[in-house]
């Protein structure tokens, strides 16, 4: 097996990993306590209700940055969350993706 490139953790604790690791166990874990539960970040059952139906509106993919139209399993702010809290249960600010999609375009507006 080929040697992979090491980098420093992102969390900048120094420790070197392999490349696409961008954490190590312990600054991943530390990350995600700040993040905060999905529920102080505004996903709560209002969200999960929304999410719901705007699938069972459009079951494919609508943002296809990744795929070619596949099954939709997540909700897309078309203008994030993070930016503009108010929007946050708007049904025209949202759209169905898929995980991929969702991931490449994370918190950005198009």
Do not use: W
């Not at 700040?34 to 509106?57: F, I």
């Amino acid at each position: 097996m080929p040697n992979l490139a090491l980098h420093p953790c992102l969390g900048m604790c120094g420790r070197l990993l392999p490349s696409g690791t961008p954490y190590c166990a312990v600054c991943g874990r530390t990350k995600e306590l700040r993040r905060g539960k999905t529920a102080e970040r505004g996903y709560d059952s209002a969200h999960r209700r929304l999410r719901l139906a705007v699938l069972a509106e459009f079951p494919i993919c609508q943002l296809r940055l990744v795929c070619q139209g596949t099954v939709a399993t997540d909700l897309d702010h078309i203008i994030p969350i993070s930016r503009r809290p108010d929007l946050r249960l708007v049904r025209s600010n949202v759209q169905s993706s898929c995980q991929p999609c969702n991931v490449a375009k994370r918190d950005r507006v198009l």
